[in-house]
């Protein structure tokens, strides 16, 4: 069974700029939910894709933005990216949109 | 909506030792409660959960918790904590009908020789 799995690892990106962030859902898993983790902190819900549709959304801006796939995989977008924007951001996917979550390890993103 | 407290931003610990990290949740519907496991440069793990049914649960690596619905608690304890679990511990909440899953702080575990 694989799990979920999350690229690229590390990214470093200039203020401004825009980023896609790419995750790979677990096999049998129609649901898949972002999180940001600021360093020392828990992990914010920014968004969920169910069934290839957002099912509901955090306190973020609009400039963050997601897809989902049929085969459930998922992108997360950024634009304009702000220095407060470095994080690790999560993936997680669930058997349904209120299942226990499976992460992925995260992509470390960091804006100069 | 839905909120939770880890009452201790670091726990340190003597292995072999028991250990309780402390967990609040705030909600006014029926929840589902869950501890997660992170280890450096890693995601989240997870360690229990709580859905339905006996309010004791066990999980994996030894641990336990207990819901306490009067006291909307949800702690997580070791009878004798080993120096591989050191590490983040989330506690989160989800409910019942929601999508949304909503993580504590955490609490550092450091497990001292």
């Known amino acids: ?112 | 909506a839905q909120s939770v407290t880890q009452l201790d931003s670091q726990v340190p610990v003597f292995e072999e030792a028991p250990v309780e990290l402390r967990c609040n949740y705030s909600s006014s519907v029926s929840v589902y409660l869950f501890w997660y496991v992170q280890y450096p440069n890693q995601g989240l793990q997870l360690l229990l959960k709580y859905l339905s049914g006996s309010t004791l649960v066990k999980g994996i690596n030894g641990f336990e918790a207990e819901f306490n619905k009067s006291q909307t608690s949800f702690h997580l304890r070791k009878p004798s904590v080993h120096i591989s679990d050191t590490a983040e511990y989330f506690c989160a909440v989800s409910d019942t009908g929601g999508f949304k899953t909503i993580f504590g702080a955490g609490t550092r575990l450091f497990v001292k020789a």
């Not at chain 1, 799995?5 to 700029?17: A, D, E, N, Y």
């Open chain 1, 1 to 112: 069974e694989t799990g979920v799995t999350q690229s690229p690892t590390h990214l470093i990106k200039t203020r401004g700029q825009q980023v896609t962030l790419r995750c790979s859902s677990q096999s049998g898993h129609n649901t898949v939910s972002w999180y940001q983790q600021a360093l020392g902190q828990g992990p914010q819900f920014i968004f969920q894709y169910y069934r290839e549709e957002e099912n509901g959304r955090g306190n973020f801006p609009p400039r963050f933005s997601g897809l989902q796939f049929p085969n459930y995989s998922s992108e997360l977008n950024v634009n304009a990216l702000e220095l407060d924007d470095s994080a690790l951001y999560l993936c997680a996917s669930s058997l349904s949109y209120n299942s226990p979550l499976h992460f992925g390890n995260g992509t470390r993103l960091t804006v100069t």
